[in-house]
Nanobody, 120 residues
């Protein structure tokens, strides 16, 4: 069984930093794209950042220059370094991965989410 496990969320003051981690585990053959999304109360889920297996990154406009996504392919893990945090970054952050399990079909998996709260 494949699962994604996020960690690193918490409470931080405006201007502070946090680092999120997301590890894919289970019977995995390969992992292609991995992404971070977030959802604030009353808002739609939005893309924060993505990274391919080759390390090509992309970012949402609201986090460019402040957030950095990285990846450790050997550990099937991605990270999100969040700097210069703002109150509007407050949300539940979800990890997404496109995974080919050892048996079964390639599909998208989501983590359970980790809360990030930025106090002003």
């Amino acid at each position: 069984q494949v699962q994604l496990t996020e960690s690193g969320g918490g409470l931080v003051q405006t201007g502070g930093s946090l680092r999120l981690s997301c590890a894919a585990s289970g019977s995995i053959f390969s992992v292609s794209s991995m992404r971070w999304h977030r959802q604030a109360p009353g808002k739609q889920r939005e893309l924060v950042a993505g990274i391919t297996s080759d390390g090509i990154t992309s970012y949402g406009d609201s986090v460019k220059g402040r957030f950095t996504i990285s990846r450790d392919n050997a550990k099937n893990t991605i990270y999100l370094q969040m700097n210069s945090l703002k109150a509007e970054d407050t949300a539940v952050y979800f990890c997404y991965a496109n995974i080919s399990p050892t048996t079964g079909t390639t599909r998208a998996y989501w983590g359970q989410g980790t809360q990030v709260t930025v106090s002003s």
